[in-house]
C-alpha cells in the first residue's frame, strides 16, 4: 500500500532564505507527482505537476525534482518570502489505479 | 475565467438534517472529486466521478452521497447517517485519462453541526 511521507510537519525559517520541503512515497510506481498549496481556510493551488518519467519542473521561484527510485521528491522554494507562507502537500497518482495519495503536508512559515 | 465554485462557503446543520453542497466546474474537466479535510490530517476521499451518469466511492463515503448527470456539476449530499459531519470540503476535478491531469479545486465549504 502506498504511503505518502512529508517531514518536518512545520518548519520556520526568515525571510530570504532558500528551503527544501520533502516528500517520500514507498511505491515507486507512480504516473505523477503533484505539488500543492493550502492557505489558511481556503481550497488548494496547484504549483507543479511532475510526470514519472521527468527529473524536475520549474515555476518562477519553485523547482520540484522527482527521484522515483528513491522514492523521493523535493520542492526547492527560491528567495523565500511571508508570501509563501502556507501548508504545502503533494500528492502521487498511482500508476495501477490513477488514485491519488495524499501526504499530511508541510506547514511553513516565512518569518519577516 | 475558468475555474471550480463551492457553494456556500460555510454551512451550519442541526443533527439529524440532509445538507447538499455544490460544485460547480467550468474546465470541461471529465473527473470529479470529494475530500474531506479535518485539522492535522490529510485529504480524505469521500467520491470521485470519471464521467457523467457514474462515480466511485473514495475512502470514507459512509453517509455522504453524490450525483454526476451533468459534466459540470457534483454535488454531495451529507446526510444524517454520517456520525461527524463537521470538516472543511473540497470538491475538485482534473482532465485525463483516469483523471490523472493537474487537479484544481474549489474554494471549499465549511460545515459545522450545531
Known amino acids: 500500500k502506498q504511503e505518502v511521507t512529508q517531514i518536518p510537519a512545520a518548519l520556520s525559517v526568515p525571510e530570504g532564505e532558500n528551503l527544501v520541503l520533502n516528500c517520500s512515497f514507498t511505491?515507486?510506481?507512480?504516473?505523477?507527482l503533484q505539488w500543492f498549496r493550502q492557505d489558511p481556510g481556503k481550497g488548494l493551488t496547484s504549483l507543479l505537476l511532475?510526470?514519472?518519467s521527468q527529473r524536475e519542473q520549474t515555476s518562477g521561484r519553485l523547482n520540484a525534482s522527482l527521484d522515483k527510485s528513491s522514492g523521493r521528491s523535493t520542492l526547492y522554494i527560491a528567495a523565500s518570502q511571508p508570501g509563501d507562507s502556507a501548508t504545502y502537500l503533494c500528492?502521487?497518482?498511482?500508476?495501477?489505479?490513477?488514485?491519488?495519495?495524499w501526504g499530511a503536508g508541510t506547514k511553513l512559515i516565512i518569518k519577516p | 475565467d475558468g475555474g471550480i465554485t463551492q457553494s456556500p462557503k460555510y454551512l451550519f446543520r442541526k443533527e439529524g438534517q440532509n445538507v447538499t453542497l455544490s460544485c460547480e466546474q467550468n474546465?470541461?474537466?471529465?473527473?470529479m472529486y470529494w475530500y474531506r479535510q479535518d485539522p492535522g490530517q490529510g485529504l480524505r476521499l469521500i467520491y470521485y466521478?470519471?464521467?457523467?451518469?457514474?462515480?466511485q466511492k473514495g475512502d470514507i463515503a459512509e453517509g455522504y452521497s453524490v450525483s454526476r448527470e451533468k459534466k459540470e456539476s457534483f454535488p454531495l449530499t451529507v446526510t444524517s447517517a454520517q456520525k461527524n459531519p463537521t470538516a472543511f470540503y473540497l470538491c475538485?476535478?482534473?482532465?485525463?485519462?483516469?483523471?490523472?491531469?493537474?487537479?484544481?479545486f474549489g474554494e471549499g465549504s465549511r460545515l459545522t453541526v450545531l
Open positions: 475538485a476535478s482534473n482532465h485525463g485519462g483516469g483523471g490523472t491531469g493537474e487537479l484544481f
Open positions: 474546465l470541461n474537466h471529465d473527473a
Open positions: 466521478s470519471q464521467i457523467v451518469n457514474d462515480f
Open positions: 511505491d515507486s510506481a507512480i504516473y505523477n
Open positions: 511532475i510526470q514519472s
Open positions: 500528492a502521487v497518482t498511482m500508476d495501477s489505479n490513477y488514485q491519488l495519495i
